[in-house]
């Protein structure tokens, strides 16, 4: 931040381990899709020697895109580790997926790093800035996490600056937009055959020089003199800003008497203000030219992360309790003190195997140590996790990643990033401590998956093979939940999105050798009787050998929802015998799991047994039972069934803007708006009941809609009536089982 160019790469390959925490910086790149984050993070490690070439995207020959997938679809689709050393420290470098159907690799990412550079593009227009980026940008204020600003793609036409400059002040400055202000300027050459100025290099706003790169050499050049003008409007109200954030209270009273305030002061005063994320300094950055060893503004950038962002001694650490849940001491970042470490990432490799990534918050991870593995894996919402899983293993190989590469290590101190191979059994967001005094560190929220991929084998050779790797992708990423679904029969695997849904099954095919077919998602419906009807069973056959005989005669009348299934015994006489009731009970409510009309269970109903026959010989249980069944079906013959459906209870937070089209399209999906709020940040939360057919695809739908700044939640409320023309529908098409599905 001094405007000096400090020429300390580390070794090509990644950075090497690192002695104590003060020598980490855990930094994690966020911003929308197309934004240039892994294009950022291949030109920081040109510039810090950690790679000879830059890497394209577009080629799939970067260092944080090395899976299949990513480099098939040119796009992140997970969190990568880049390490990097520069001015005596390791900067590890966490990229993350732009899209947001991969916000749980983000969410990762968030939890191994202190600090966060939010990547914007210029070429992208604010609506999808905000959108996809104000989010995390929350999260980070809540917690207090320092966060810099990068703006990139101002070599491509029709961009600004200033224009993106304020709109993130406007997104993030919340009440104080003097807290987003840039540190340097762009300096641009002359027109090209497009009318649009390239990016030559970056005016330094403290030193008042000019840093050009249009030799493909960075020097350093005074400021002509038509830069003067706009050059000091900008380095005043910086200087204002930084001067507002300062402990001297004095400062801004000498300052605004005309006192030349030192720039070393500043600086100081600006690096402490960034470090515990109450400033927010704007950059920009370019890729290297072909040839250049330095993009511009990297080696900013890397000066900014070594001296402004916060040593891993500064993070606040996360709460831990027993296995049990009662309450323990936070963790110091000690490399001497006890073993407390965390899984922030798991994944397969074909040739490793399970590989963990592991943020060590106290004491030192080392091969071959034994800890104690516990778990509680992670659940939709992070606060109802399922049951602990303990384990004592012993520690694999360390390694420090590199793309494909594993450079081994031979410890991981407090604050820093390691990979584990062979973890055990360890699942995303599993705790390492010691043995004999176990700990577990509490989960971070994930969101909620709520779009259905009903899944089956592909032949009879998948079929082994699909729980196992199905069990594999959910303990890999806690935003997939998996559901056997006992009325439909289905597997479910539960996703963000469409693209986490093509990734997912991706991976089972590429990852586990798996073949899966995706099947429409059916909802679970339920049948009752419309009104009263009355059925008469008869099971007679004689044809040699022990006959059967049974006769039985009920009465169905429906119940108010949530009754299920009543029966009623009023034989007098002994018509049936004692013995053989239960028999017929056993008969109606199998024949009642199996559905009357479209094959859905049959639910709130009283079946009454009145009258039968039975014979001394020929009558039997699975005479009666079979009787029980007849009978319910001559009742549902001679009386209107009715198809329950499930209703949701579904509740949609959208700016303010995006209120009117959510209620009208909750309308068009047969939803009752129940009520609305206002919520924090001029955004309503719009409560309603919608039929769970018509949410399948809500996940994506209300992307769309709200232009991705909307989220819902929803919850089972209870089975109501379906109307006939739909009902008539389901009824034609039992194979799908729900419209719209």
Known sequence: MGDKAHAHPGAAGGAPAADRPSDVRNVVLVGPSGSGKTTLVEALALTAGAVNRAGRVEDGATVSDYDEIEQRRRRSVQLSLVPVAWDGCKINLLDTPGYADFVGELR?????????????????????????????????ALVGMPRAIVVTHLDTARTSFDDMTRICAENFGGEDPDAVLPLYLPVLGPDGADGHAPLTGLTGLLSRRILDHSSGERTELPPAPEQEEPLRAARDRLIEGIIAESEDESLMDRYLGGEDIDVATLIADLERAVARGSFHPVLTAAPAAEGARQGIGTVELLELITRGFPTPLERTPPVVTTPSGKPRSAPACDPDGPLVAEVVKTSSDPYVGRV??????????????????????????????????????RVGALTSPFGRRQNALDRCVAG?????????????????????????????????????????????????????????????????RLEQNPDTGQVVL??????????????????????????PHRVPLRETFAGRAAGRGRHVKQSGGHGQFAICEIEVEPLPPGSGIEFVDKVVGGAVPRQFIPSVEKGVRAQAAKGLSAGHPLVDVRVTLLDGKAHSVDSSDAAFQTAGALALREAAAASRIQLLEPVCEVSVLVPDDYVGPVMSDLSGRRGRVVGTEQSPGGRTLVRAEVPEIEVGRYAVDLRSLSHGTGRFDRAYARHEAMPPQIAERVRTEPANGSPGA
């Open 108 to 140: 990762a990412g968030l939890r191994a790093a202190d600090a966060a550079l939010f990547v914007v593009s210029a070429a992208q227009d604010a609506q999808s800035v905000a959108a996809t980026t104000r989010a995390a940008w929350e999260e980070c």
């Open 356 to 393: 963990s990534l592991v943020r060590v918050f106290s004491g030192t991870l080392r091969p071959d140590d034994s800890v104690h593995l516990c778990g509680h894996g992670l659940d939709a919402t992070g606060h109802a996790p399922r049951p602990c899983h303990e384990a004592e293993i």
């Open 416 to 480: 820093d990033l390691a990979c584990v191979a062979r973890l055990g059994e360890a699942e995303t967001g599993d705790t390492l401590s010691p043995v004999g005094d176990p700990v577990l560190i509490e989960p971070w929220s994930t969101p909620d998956p709520l779009l259905p991929l009903a899944v089956r084998a592909h032949g009879k050779a998948d079929e082994d093979k699909l729980s196992q790797g199905l069990a594999r992708l959910v303990a890999e990423d806690p935003t997939l």
């Open 494 to 519: 539960w996703c963000l999105g469409e693209a986490h849904q093509e990734v997912a099954l991706e991976r089972l095919r590429s990852r586990y050798g798996v073949q899966v077919d995706a099947e």
